[in-house]
């Protein structure tokens, strides 16, 4: 039986996550919609796709209703600021994509009775009060904080996400993603993978944010999508967490990066920012239940194709 051919509507289609996830689309064949207001997606991500007939780039802010002409089978709300310099930089814009602009995705699917798929977030957890996080977890959130645009944000959507399922039986799907990497990200992006790379090959001092023993885990993008394509054809409509369940401390995080970059950079510290967690890392057990997903690029072979890509960027700008 031939595959069936969809048309995937991915918000945030220009953006890191958004970009990689309508190149796979297209290889397996499907029609893509990408939506983007280029805040911080930009159309250098998807140069190598706009020349496919089966690929439409559209500047649009989700935030405002958005229409599709004919069938639509999928929707993938990946629409929103995710590093915390520049959610802080637009923080009413962060509330409406995660509020509007996730009705207005909603509302898209109901009509065309689409599949609706929510990128949520690890910050939904904000400073756990466990270890690693279950999706069973609500979290330990300060409303009113700095951070609280994104992660408030992300709570609200989720919430939507669920009320549209249970009220009017859209078929949805929540991700929580914890921290990914990988090529495309904005050498200037602020989070600690893109900061340490980009500060290393520049030989520039490695910025630490307290004193180093907060703990992350990092998932490669390509683990990423595939956890995403397992989502989508999986029938789970409560949260997953997506993520690599192998925690470090960000101060070995910087050794690491140093020993392959052969930088000489020396390393900085800095004051800790407004509610930044002490630890983030993912249980994935529901992932490997319901979908059969675990991550498989190991930290060594997705930072030296991380810092290949960062290379080649940095001497463009030069």
């Known amino acids: 039986?031939?595959?069936?051919?969809?048309?995937?509507?991915?918000?945030?289609?220009?953006?890191?996550?958004?970009?990689?996830?309508?190149?796979?689309?297209?290889?397996?064949?499907?029609?893509?919609?990408?939506?983007?207001?280029?805040?911080?997606?930009?159309?250098?991500?998807?140069?190598?796709?706009?020349?496919q007939g089966r690929f439409r780039l559209v500047k649009h802010d989700i935030s405002k209703p958005y229409s599709v002409p004919g069938p639509l089978d999928e929707i993938l709300h990946f629409a929103s600021p995710a590093s915390p310099p520049i959610y802080l930089r637009y923080p009413i814009e962060t509330m409406d994509v995660g509020s509007r602009g996730t009705q207005n995705c909603l509302e898209l699917a109901r009509k065309k009775k689409a599949v609706f798929l929510f990128a949520s977030t690890s910050e939904v957890y904000g400073d756990p009060l466990l270890s690693p996080q279950r999706e069973s977890h609500w979290g330990n959130v300060n409303p009113v904080g700095p951070r609280s645009v994104y992660d408030e944000a992300k709570r609200f959507s989720e919430a939507l996400t669920m009320a549209y399922h249970r009220r009017h039986g859209v078929d949805t799907r929540i991700t929580r993603i914890f921290n990914t990497y990988g090529a495309r990200m904005d050498v200037e992006d602020g989070r600690v993978i893109p900061n340490f790379i980009s500060q290393a090959l520049q030989d520039k001092p490695l910025t630490i944010y307290g004193d180093g023993s907060q703990t992350r885990s990092y998932c490669y993008v390509s683990d990423l999508v595939s956890g995403i394509e397992k989502m989508l054809v999986s029938s789970v409509h409560e949260p997953v967490n997506l993520g690599n369940p192998n925690e470090m401390t960000v101060t070995d995080l910087a050794k690491v990066i140093l020993e392959m970059t052969r930088s000489k950079s020396r390393i900085v510290r800095r004051a800790l920012p407004v509610d930044d967690p002490k630890v983030r890392c993912p249980d994935i057990s529901r992932a490997k239940k319901e979908l059969g997903w675990a991550p498989r690029v190991s930290l060594e072979e997705g930072l030296g194709r991380t810092i290949e890509y960062f290379r080649l960027e940095l001497a463009l700008r030069r």
């Open 1 to 51: 039986m031939a595959k069936k051919l969809k048309h995937i509507l991915v918000t945030g289609g220009a953006g890191f996550l958004g970009s990689h996830l309508c190149e796979r689309f297209l290889g397996q064949g499907h029609h893509v919609t990408a939506l983007d207001n280029f805040i911080t997606g930009s159309r250098a991500n998807v140069r190598h796709l706009l020349g």
